[in-house]
């Protein structure tokens, strides 16, 4: 509710008087050019900073009546510059969730995100240590980083699942299929796409579209394409990409 943030020790408002409200068990995307803001609203989410004027509640209580603890039990969040830890690779994944030890749950987490093939190179299986630390550590490509970065995001099954643009790397094909496959195994949760490109956005139930610190348009694909406005403009731009 009319929440304002600047980052500290500057004097530009990266949002400026921002409200709108999510509901449980929804896809949302979050769109937007580089630096408008998209990022900075789901540090403020997950508790990263608390020198924001205005009020962010969730289910009713302010964010700072939250413990850190409670906030980290509620999202998971997957970066663009996510993680990449030189440990075996099963507990690349349980690290998603540490108060568990779920090999089932684990399988299940590789399995929906196509890891499976992955797994099968490895020399000694999940058990495989990746990186370049231990002598037989092994690496893999930007992709398979990233989609044990997910898996992980899986692993930890808490409510709210945000994916902040982890695939900027890919071409725009590729990112769209793996937010795809996402938002598949993510039905009847709640979670929330950050991105500049509209591929993953198509999929949303609902889009916010962010210009100048605020919500500019908000709507799903087809009524921000009736409005003729900026997220309209924006994929005008980008269709090419998606479409043959």
């Known amino acids: 509710k009319n929440v304002s943030f600047k980052y ?3 004097d530009r408002y990266i949002l400026k008087n921002c409200s709108f409200k999510l509901k449980a068990n929804l896809h949302y ?5 580089n630096g408008a803001g998209k990022t900075t609203i789901t540090k403020l989410l997950t508790g990263m900073y608390d020198d ?3 009020d962010i509640l969730i289910n009713g209580k302010n ?5 850190l603890s409670e906030l980290k039990g509620i999202f998971s969040v997957v970066y663009q510059d996510f993680a990449k830890y030189s440990i075996p690779f099963k507990d690349n994944i349980k690290l998603g969730n540490v108060l568990i030890d779920d090999d089932d749950r684990m399988n ?11 797994v099968g190179k490895l020399p000694d299986g999940v058990n495989t240590w990746l990186g ?10 930007g992709g398979e980083w990233q989609r044990l970065a997910i898996a992980r995001n899986l692993y930890s099954g808490r409510p709210v699942s945000i994916l902040d643009e982890p ?9 769209s299929n793996i937010y795809e496959m996402f938002g598949r195994i993510s039905a009847g949760k709640s979670t929330i796409f950050i991105t500049h490109r509209l591929g993953a956005a198509r999929l949303a139930d609902e889009i916010l579209v962010i210009d100048n610190g605020l919500i500019a348009e908000q709507g799903n694909h ?12 924006m994929y005008e731009s980008q269709k090419g990409w998606y479409e043959a």
């Open 8 to 10: 500290p020790g500057t």
């Open 29 to 33: 995307a979050f769109v937007g050019v």
């Open 52 to 54: 924001y004027e205005g």
């Open 63 to 67: 964010i700072k009546d939250y413990k």
């Open 108 to 118: 299940n987490a590789i399995d929906v995100i196509n890891l499976q093939e992955t």
């Open 132 to 141: 370049k630390i231990k002598e037989k550590g092994v690496d893999m490509s």
């Open 167 to 175: 695939t900027a790397a890919l071409d725009p094909v590729a990112e």
């Open 222 to 233: 087809q009524h921000l394409l009736n409005l003729g406005g900026i997220y309209a403009r």
